[in-house]
């Protein structure tokens, strides 16, 4: 088995190494630009987790694969910067702004290729499989990306609908890095199918986190401005959960009418054309949150959601040692707030 530490080493060698061609500059110089600025690597961090759990060392046929995804999962965040017209990411200018929406567009089509190019390193017994997993998945974002962008234009969705867009935007993508690096290590397809639930539980709770975070969190910590999503009215956990609740509550009389679904619709209205009117509505939609007890919901269904993810590794019948692992990723994941 390899060690959490050999894992580290390795995704920071391979991210540090990782090539693109050089010519044309103009189409291979964003690809460089997006990988640099980094994130968390949580996708492919999973993916060589779960294969460790059944592997002594790493090879090309596990790293490239592994590297795949992130370089996938790095394009669909150029696209979407074009489609929410994003000037920043990560704290950083995003592709579009720093080139051009066509150089955009384009650069994000060959990451794409460039993702499918690593992906055919994987062991040629089990690409078959792996290409159906991958392929399965991409068109599992995509859909979820559509169903966020169709949400733009209403006033309300059901939770219900909003977990969907969630599991196909978010979940599937961690679930497949799961999946994935089992699949490649050999392990049987009971384990292959329980570390996928481990990782769609786990992206669940990854998204409400997010969510969470970008209202209550530290900006010190959470590494982007607080309240971004309620400046720009984004369908979030907690607006899905307040909507829903507040015109419950206010029909029992649990709360007055200041806090009910009515004042929360007002609120969503309120300008934000300057710093001051737009502190003005994160701090009035927060007291409303609040109010609601949405931040507490949030936080109950991360924790349970984290129980689900567990619970499915349980049931692998890997081993404490292995759950173990499996439960600090976990754990570190959705900590981000510590």
């Known amino acids: 088995m390899i060690s959490e530490s050999q894992i580290e080493e390795s995704l920071k060698e391979l991210f540090e190494t990782i090539d693109f061609k050089a010519e044309p500059s103009g189409l291979y110089n964003p690809l460089g630009y997006m990988i640099g600025i980094g994130g968390k690597r949580i996708r492919p961090r999973l993916c060589l987790l779960t294969y460790s759990l059944f592997k002594d060392s790493f090879c090309e046929e596990i790293l490239q694969p592994a590297a795949a995804i992130e370089v996938f999962h790095t394009f669909t965040l150029i696209h979407d910067d074009i489609m929410d017209k994003a000037e920043m990411r990560r704290g950083m200018p995003t592709v579009a702004s720093k080139w051009n929406g066509n150089t955009a567009i384009l650069s994000g089509d060959v990451m794409c290729i460039d993702s499918y190019r690593r992906l055919a390193k994987a062991p040629a017994d089990k690409l078959p499989a792996i290409l159906e997993l991958f392929n399965d998945t991409a068109a599992q ?34 679930a497949c890095s799961a999946k994935m690096g089992a699949m490649i290590a050999g392990a049987d397809a009971r384990t292959c199918d329980y570390l ?4 769609y539980d786990l992206g669940l709770a990854f998204q409400i986190t997010d969510d969470y975070l970008d209202t209550f969190g530290d900006q010190s910590v959470f590494g982007k401005k607080i309240g971004g999503d309620i400046v720009n009215n984004k369908k979030t956990w907690l607006l899905t959960r307040a909507l829903e609740k507040s015109a419950e509550m206010e029909k029992s009389g649990a709360i007055d009418s200041g806090h009910g679904q009515q004042a929360l619709l007002r609120a969503l209205d309120m300008p934000v054309s300057n710093d001051t009117e737009k502190t003005a509505k994160i701090n009035k939609i927060k007291d409303i949150f609040e109010v609601l007890g949405v931040d507490e919901d949030a936080k109950y269904e991360i924790i349970r959601f984290h129980a689900n993810a567990m ?20 754990d570190r994941l959705l900590g981000r707030n510590k």
């Open 141 to 174: 974002v995509c859909e979820g990306q559509q169903y966020d962008m169709d949400f733009e234009s209403e006033s309300e969705v059901p939770m219900e609908m909003y977990m969907k867009m969630t599991g196909l935007k978010t979940a599937v993508l961690i």
């Open 196 to 199: 996928y639930k481990f990782g």
């Open 311 to 330: 619970e499915n590794v349980g049931m692998t019948g890997l081993g404490k040692v292995r759950y173990e692992m499996l439960h600090r990723y976990a």
